[in-house]
């Protein structure tokens, strides 16, 4: 493994964080990207309340979202916005708006996959 090549075992703390644009209140960490498998990018995130990913979509990456912990409202399309809790999955293909509203009291925190990995912004 070379020395630019991250370890294969690493903790969430050792982790560069990043907030994407149009997103308030998001820390990120990227914990798999196309340097690992060019397949699919995996994120952790975490939107603090009252922070939220505006209304945006994907050209061409599926989404696929897992809440941990925390509550937030999830808006697809032109569907009445959504509550989902600690558990749910909410799968977004390219193309479809998207919006995630933390309307909790706790930080919203999240597993994302994208597939293709997202270009870096």
Avoid: K
């Avoid at 990207?33 to 009252?50: K, S």
């Avoid at 977004?92 to 919203?108: E, K």
């Amino acid at each position: 493994m070379s020395s630019t090549t991250p370890p294969l075992i690493q903790h969430l703390d050792d982790l560069d964080t990043y907030a994407p644009p149009g997103h308030s209140g998001t820390r990120n960490h990227r914990l798999t990207d196309r340097g690992f498998c060019p397949g699919f990018e995996l994120v952790h995130g975490e939107v603090a309340p009252g922070g939220e990913a505006e209304r945006h979509h994907h050209d061409g990456e599926h989404q696929a979202m897992f809440v941990l912990a925390g509550e937030c409202t999830v808006t697809l399309g032109d569907h009445a916005p959504r509550r989902c809790g600690p558990g749910t999955i909410v799968r977004i293909p390219p193309g479809l708006d998207h919006q995630v509203h933390n309307h909790g009291d706790v930080p919203l925190r999240v597993l994302i996959v994208y597939s293709p990995p997202l270009p870096r912004r």
